[in-house]
């Protein structure tokens, strides 16, 4: 089918559905079949669709009655002459089922009786029958479908009919079904029990919940091609919400009791792994359903009761537990719910009544062990939908362990102890699964057990410290799969606090993560992740490394290099690099050496980096092939990325200054601000600087300031809106970390940073292109807070010295944002802005305010909230109407009698206020304190 023609059948569709005669057309062709190709007869079906969704309600009587003559001789026809695709049975059950919940049961009262009295000619009418009462299903009754209030007042009047009408009739006709074709028709006899599944939910569970259809449905499980199916319909039964506790848990021990005394449990090593997933999810309901009683009864009181269906439970632990440990993860994972209700259940339980259920904690616990290892066919290198489902299975697994452990932490510590000791001790033979799970629920209860406390004494350690122990002194990090290296790593990380108290094993493990297993590794996953984890580790034991420092260096030298080694390609990516750098810094300033020693290595690090930095720098002015350049300017943000990155370590209480390292960083600031004049990929040279510069202003604090005009001047040189946006945290950083120091400075650069922001906003954009109308809205917002920024840290003459037509052109910018903006948000910042400006105004209202104040702020302080936008009832709303509060009182301040006399004699009366209400309200003004006008504003 080539495109042209099924762009041809589409219009063609649309010409059919949008033609009033169209699905009368498409009605004739279906019975009189008119077309032999399926596509067009589902073409037909789609018409007919539509025309019942949206004109058949309101569709004359006689184009009714078209409709369902076209029905019934459809279904006579195929009764005898059948189509073979599913799909178009399933449509035009479809549509069957949009008449009948369109007509039933006023206008089409008999429709079952209709469809039923086919039934005589066959297998092809049953089967439609059958299909058709699954539409209704999904029409009607389905709760994953959404549906409107009116659907679902109309979906209660169809069931209610149904029940006193048809109901007895359809189940009567389930029956014969299931008599008349077990033996010889299973595929009518799965939809048949499909259907009764689907409607069990709805009818009179007494109708299917007796002994000639769950004889069936029994007698059914012993049949392969049917057994899945009654599976699914027992579940469904078994699963009926709305019932008593008490005829629940009747319902479900009368059902256990059948299948029991049929060995339907008997055995699961005999069967596929579909057929014990679905006993599998019927154990589960078993379970599920018998917890939900039991609640139901301990809410109402009914005490006695609850503790029979306890003990019931209690007997199903075993089934439980069998299922769970199956090989197949399927299987395991259907009762996965019955196993959290229960330890949920337990948690209700007094510690006597939890004590005599400790064996089922255990068995639940050991089932969780067995069942979190990875199965031998599992692909680390690539990952597929097997892996992922899995992985998704292992955190339900995770969170079982972590509520077991909640309830018997001491049972918990017990089995894994005792696990974790045999497998280690003997991890040689042992598989690759054994050993990772043992390593891996150690980690876990470093998670679950919050504040371990360890002891320096390990003659008197606790489980844990004894596992740890064990686990670096195993020689497991020589062990040679990923998965279990990578779990010993992430292991020791976990584990900082021991390595405090015992030094002596800090060795190993920098030997295993520097080794062949870890940054050296040629799996790629676990050599990025080695990286990442040695940093951690390092940083978390920074004051512990003394007697390491210099090894590690040493090690981790030849990986800070950006050029490969022996003419082979660079073993670390770009961001594993960056773990290393940052690890570098801490061991060079943290790591116990001299105050030279310090700087000598920290300007040998430095030096290295602004060196390579030059000699990139000098090859991109010099080159004309455009996909070098990028990669020269990909590595120049990378070198200016790890020099950030080695500056992390100090802080306030470790400072550049008192470390001696200030002008190490200075020299390499001023290198790497020379690229800012290069011309080509300004995008990666920017971020790079960006993020440097943001790091100094940090640690060197005032020293940087030399620099920012500087790099202000090139960072706003022909800009893009993104590039204006990204520039925005880096001057609102300037001005809140030096605040009236940087002010002559602001005061000259000002309107610069202002007229780019507006040049970047005046821009034009495509308007189909959605991201450069977000960058522009997230530019504007970020203009506002830079605006916010200057007045808040006591900055605002940078905005109020200026020329008045400067000044007023960012006033006006304000007002716009005030009425505007369409953001709440920024209409909050506008106006704390204006208002402290207004503060912050010496006085002299001719230079600036004056009539601006008149004609532009005070409107905007009534434009804004009686905008169709602003709601009194939204909390931002009521934000931003609080800061037209403070606004007002400021100008009252500012300008006193002349504002009251303005809003009572002019501008009030614009608004067509009575006299009584505008001094009601400019009293008010005067007299109440913020939150009394702020109240009496919204009423």
Known sequence: MTSNFLQEVIQELDRLKNSPQGWKLCGDSLVKRLYRDDYMKFMCMQVLEHYLKNNYSSASYSDQQVLKEYLISWLRQYCYEPIDANYLRNKMAQIFSLAFVGDYPDRWPSFFDDLLGFMSTGINAVDFYLRTLLAIDSEVVDRDIPHTPEELVRNTAIKDAMRIRCISDLVESWYQILQTYDSSQHELTCLCLQVIGAYVSWIDINAVANDRFIRHDITSCSVDTLRESACDCIFEIM?????????????????????????????????????????????????????????????????????????????????????????????????????????????????????????????LLEAVISKYKYDQSYDFECEGEDEIMFLEYRKQLKNLFYNITQLNRELVLMVVYHYYVNIMSQWNSKAFMDIEVSIKILYMLGELIPGVHFTDDLNSASPIQQMMVMLITSGIDRHEHVAVLMQYFETVVRYDKFFVLHKQFIGPVLNAFL????????????????????????????????????????????????????????????????????????????????????????????????????????????????????????????????ASRVSKVFSSSQTMQDCGCSQYFIEVLSIFLQSLSVPSFKEQIQAGVRQFLHRMIICLGEQVLPF????????????????????????????????????????????????????????????????????????????????????????????????????????????????????????KICFFVLHKLINAHDGNKSNLFGEFLYKNIIPACFIAPLKATFDFDDRQSLQVLSEIVTLQKSILNLEGQQFKEYLRTTYLPQLNLSADLIQAYVQGLEQMDMKSFNKYLKV
């Open 239 to 363: 699963n009926k919400v709305g019932m008593d506790a008490g005829e629940k848990i009747k319902l479900v021990e009368s059902l256990v009791n059948v299948l029991d005394s049929c060995g339907i449990f008997a055995s699961l090593g005999d069967i596929d792994a579909d057929y014990a997933a679905k006993l599998g999810k019927l154990v589960n309901g078993i379970g599920t359903s018998l917890i939900s009683s039991w609640t139901k009864l301990m809410r109402s009181g009914d005490v006695v009761a609850a503790d029979q269906t306890l003990e019931m439970i209690d007997v199903k632990i075993t089934l439980l537990l069998r299922f769970m440990t199956n090989e197949d993860d399927d299987v395991s994972q259907a009762v996965i719910g019955f196993a959290q209700s229960y330890v949920l259940l337990l948690k209700q339980l007094s510690p006597n009544e939890l004590q005599r259920r400790e064996d089922h904690l255990k068995g």
């Open 515 to 642: 080794g062949t297993n870890g940054l050296q590794s040629t799996n790629l996953t676990l050599r990025s992740r080695s990286c990442y984890l040695l940093s951690r580790f390092i940083k978390q034991l920074r004051n512990s490394l003394d007697d390491y420092s210099e090894n590690l260096l040493k090690q981790i030298r030849p990986h800070l290099s950006f050029e490969s080694v022996n003419g082979q390609q660079k073993v670390l990516i770009d961001s594993d690099q960056l773990h290393l750098y940052e690890a570098a810094g801490i061991i060079v300033i943290s790591g116990g050496l001299k105050v030279e020693e310090r700087q000598f290595l920290m300007n040998c690090i430095l030096t290295s980096l602004s060196n390579r930095f030059k000699d990139i720098l000098s090859k991109i002015y010099n080159e004309s092939d455009a996909n070098q350049q990028f990669s020269y300017a990909q590595e120049l943000n990378l070198i200016m990325s790890c």
């Open 708 to 827: 920012i005009p500087t790099a202000m001047n090139y960072l706003l040189k022909d800009p893009k809106p993104t590039d204006v946006q990204e520039f925005m945290p880096l001057i609102n950083q300037v001005v809140s970390k030096f605040q009236r120091q940087v002010t002559p400075f602001l005061k000259e650069s000002f309107m610069p940073i202002v007229n780019t922001i507006f040049a970047a906003l005046n821009s034009t954009t495509d308007i189909a292109d959605t991201q450069a109308t977000k960058d522009k809205q997230l530019l504007h917002r970020s203009y506002f807070t830079f605006l916010s920024t200057l007045v808040t840290n006591d900055v605002a003459s940078a905005i109020l010295d200026q020329e008045v037509h400067n000044a007023q052109e960012v006033l006006l910018s304000l007002i716009h944002g005030c009425v505007d903006a369409g953001d709440l948000s920024s209409q």
